[in-house]
């Protein structure tokens, strides 16, 4: 990579920072605010998985407009913006159906994503891309860390909203870092854009739709697994440090997990992301203990620093620049449907069933993807 590129992943990496800041002051309490305004779980697992659909659905949106447009840097500023708009109208939300318009605004915001992944797709190599997303990730991760932290110091003085009002501030920072630093990348405009569909893409990469559509329909929010320990017995006060956490090991393992899919290969650390999520499951329905509990977020940490830097790098690999932000869009709204589903299933699940059933099922479906994702022929 040349200094101009290294400077604007950095750019990127600092806005993401500021951003998964703000949004990680309100994530570890957020289900807790949200059933504090008489929300039951099925509910809380609507609006996540909601959330989640809408985000998918505006990736692949943004990467397709952005593809044939051949521009990036406007998706990427004004997602952060929808992002601290949210958080504002969260702080004035009385009743959990307030949430729904802002929660569409939120996750709406995640318009950003498939361009600014196109982005730092574009500014890479084969040999350094994975180590790329890992940056990016582990600057997400760091920025959640800190954002945890400050959650756990100030939520007993501030309370929820206007906790979440200052939360707003540094995705609105994270804005101005973007008009400013970031210049649109020319791209060649003599390549005609061509309508995309399914048959558009490789066979791999279709293949690997299906067996990530397996996988999502079982991974439900995080939302459950902070319920489930906050019902177990762990003080409200250590919640968010559940959160932390994760995030942390998530944070410390990104860019690690990122060089070792330049190494041995993108399929092969999906697999272990796979079975650290195997792990997850296994643990809060065999392991119910404090130490057991903790543990299992632990492996939800290296959970996710395997799958997200590997996952968006094999996307982007497995078709054309011409149409890669339209893929990595695709891609993310495939999951995101998947996800709607997922996190609302659980929640009935939970309530009709009990707390073990979610988990029960997603370790089938977990276990039924990893089969499919061993039998993936490519080359790396």
Not at 86 to 107: C, K, Q, V
Not at 223 to 249: C, D, H, N, R
Not at 305 to 321: I, M, R, T
Request: a positive charge.
């Amino acid at each position: 990579m040349d200094k101009e590129s290294k400077r604007k992943v950095k750019i990127l990496g600092i806005a993401s920072f500021l951003n998964d800041m703000g949004s990680d002051m309100i994530y570890p309490v957020w289900p807790l605010f949200v059933r504090s305004l008489g929300a039951n779980m099925s509910i809380l697992g609507f609006l996540d998985g909601l959330g989640d659909a809408l985000v998918s659905i505006s990736q692949a949106i943004s990467g397709y407009i952005s593809d044939k447009i051949k521009r990036r840097k406007v998706f990427v500023w004004l997602g952060y913006l929808m992002g601290g708009l949210s958080r504002i109208g969260y702080s004035i939300s009385t009743n959990w159906a307030h949430l729904i318009p802002f929660r569409i605004l939120d996750r709406a915001g995640k318009i950003r994503s498939a361009p600014r992944d196109a982005i730092i797709a574009d500014l890479s190599t084969d040999r350094d891309r994975g180590e790329n997303f890992g940056f990016l990730r582990m600057m997400d991760n760091l920025g959640a860390v800190i954002g945890i932290l400050l959650c756990i110091l100030l939520v007993n003085f501030f309370g929820f909203q206007n906790l979440f009002l200052l939360a707003s501030i540094p995705s609105l920072i994270g804005v101005v870092l973007i008009l400013i630093f970031i210049q649109e990348q020319k791209r060649d405009s003599s390549k005609i854009f061509k309508r995309i569909s399914f048959k558009s893409f490789t066979p791999q990469f279709r293949y690997f739709l299906i067996l990530s559509s397996i996988f999502s329909l079982g991974a439900f929010s995080y939302s459950f697994l902070l319920v489930f320990a906050k019902e177990f017995g762990f003080k409200t006060y250590f919640v968010p440090i559940l959160y932390l956490i994760f995030t942390a090991t998530a944070s410390l393992f990104s860019i690690p997990f990122g060089k070792l899919s330049d190494k041995i290969g993108r399929k092969k650390v999906l697999e272990i992301s796979f079975f650290f999520w195997i792990l997850v499951c296994l643990s809060f329905l065999f392991f119910k203990n404090y130490l057991g509990i903790i543990l299992a977020f632990v492996f939800y940490g290296l959970h996710k620093g395997a799958l997200e830097p590997s996952q968006k790098a094999f996307v982007s690999e497995l078709v054309s620049q011409e149409i890669r932000a339209s893929a990595l869009g695709s891609y993310q709204m495939i999951n995101g449907l998947f996800s709607l589903p997922a996190s609302f299933l659980a929640g009935i699940l939970w309530d009709k069933v009990g707390s073990f059933a979610p988990f029960s099922f997603s370790l089938f479906l977990t276990i039924s993807a990893l089969v499919f994702l061993f039998r993936l022929d490519v080359v790396k």
